[in-house]
Structure formats: C-alpha cells, structure tokens
T-cell receptor, first 114, second 112 residues
C-alpha cells in the first residue's frame, strides 16, 4: 500500500514534553500538508511544505510548533512543551503539484496530552 | 477570507432513499471544490472534485455533486443511500494557491 503513512497512530505526552509526528507522503508526491482536527470540528490547515521548503505556514501557531520536510525522510511536525489544548488528531496529506490535485490523507496521529 | 459552510450537522435518511448533503463556499476567484468522507478513526478519503466543465460531477461509490455558481453551492448527492454510506462528510474549497479550506462536516446516518 503506497498511501500516506503517519506514525505513531497514538501518542501520549505529559504537559511540557515534546511531540514529534511523522508523515511519509504517497510515492511520487512532493507536496505535504498538515491539518489539525478537534472533536466535532472540521480540519484546520496548519502548514504546507515541499521538499526542504515551507510554502505556507499561515495556520501554524506562532510558538512551540514547527514543521519540516527534509530532502530525505518523512515530514515532521514538532510540538514543543505540549499543553492540554494541543490534544487533537493531526492529519498529514500529500498531493501532486497543481491546485486541482486532490489531497490524499493519512490515518492521522491522535495526540493526548495528560 | 475563504470559507466553507455545511449547514447541517446531521443528516438522516432511510436506506434506498436519495440523499443530499449541503455545502456552500466563499472563495475569491474560480473555485476548486472537493468532497471527502471520513470513517471512524481514519483519515479523509477523496470522493470527487469540481475544477471546471460540467456542473454535475460524478465520483466514487455512486456519489455525485452539483456545482451551482450563482448559489455558490456544491451539494453532494446519491440517488439511493446505503447503510454503509454512514460516515462524516466534508466539503472543501480552494482557489489559486490558497490552502484547502474545509467545512465542519456533516454526519450522515443511513437507517435500514
């Protein structure tokens, strides 16, 4: 299965710890997106990356959150000093180039901050 | 700001009946419109998209959607609902190089 792979599926962190979420895009896809989903809400855009470049980070909180998509390896969403409000499902998606290309989503990482 | 509205949190329909899930959008410029479905504890699955051309778009699993420019709507439809269609449905829109914006979702429940 060459779909979007996210790991871990579930992540539990205590307040103040760091969370690292990984995403491997579909084969052949060079565009990666991160979204956050809170219960009973839609998906909120966080960041859009291409290899080694952040294209749009207008949805990223100004502090504690960062994302990268290195030349080699998966995309990483990093949350430093997590707080309870960071608890959510984080979804990664990838696509081919082009504004009409559909996004293909992974199964998400469910982050719980205790 | 770009936005997508799904006015119904929940839609209930009897199996075999037609279903409609509503969506309206607000984007600047020509819209690219999408529908996705989400099953429990899973990511979103792409159903169909409208880019240009015919206003009626056909997608996966017998779903279709009708683009109406004057009403800025993109309602999802299916002639005959199945119990297995029960899921959370999201409408999304973008224009140009803006991020894909999602509605809050509509929970579809098909009753046998």
């Amino acid at each position: 299965n060459a779909g979007v792979m996210q790991n871990p599926r579930h992540l539990v962190r205590r307040r103040g710890q760091e969370a690292r979420l990984r995403c491997s895009p579909m084969k052949g896809h060079s565009h990666v997106y991160w979204y956050r989903q809170l219960p009973e809400e839609g998906l909120k855009f966080m960041v859009y990356l291409q290899k080694e470049n952040i294209i749009d980070e207008s949805g990223m909180p100004k502090e504690r959150f960062s994302a990268e998509f290195p030349k080699e390896g998966p995309s990483i969403l990093r949350i430093q000093q997590v707080v309870r409000g960071d608890s959510a499902a984080y979804f990664c998606a990838s696509s081919l180039p082009g504004h009409n290309s559909p996004l293909h989503f992974g199964n998400g990482t469910r982050l719980t901050v205790t | 700001a770009q936005s997508v509205a799904q006015p119904e949190d929940q839609v209930n329909v009897a199996e075999g009946n037609p279903l409609t899930v509503k969506c309206t959008y607000s984007v600047s410029g020509n819209p690219y419109l999408f529908w996705y479905v989400q099953y429990p504890n899973r990511g979103l699955q792409f159903l169909l998209k409208y880019i240009t051309g015919d206003n009626l778009v056909k997608g996966s699993y017998g779903f279709e959607a009708e683009f109406n420019k004057s009403q800025t709507s993109f309602h999802l439809k299916k002639p005959s609902a199945l119990v297995s269609d029960s899921a959370l449905y999201f409408c999304a829109a973008r224009s140009g190089n803006t991020p894909l914006v999602f509605g809050k979702g509509t929970r579809l429940s098909v009753i046998a």
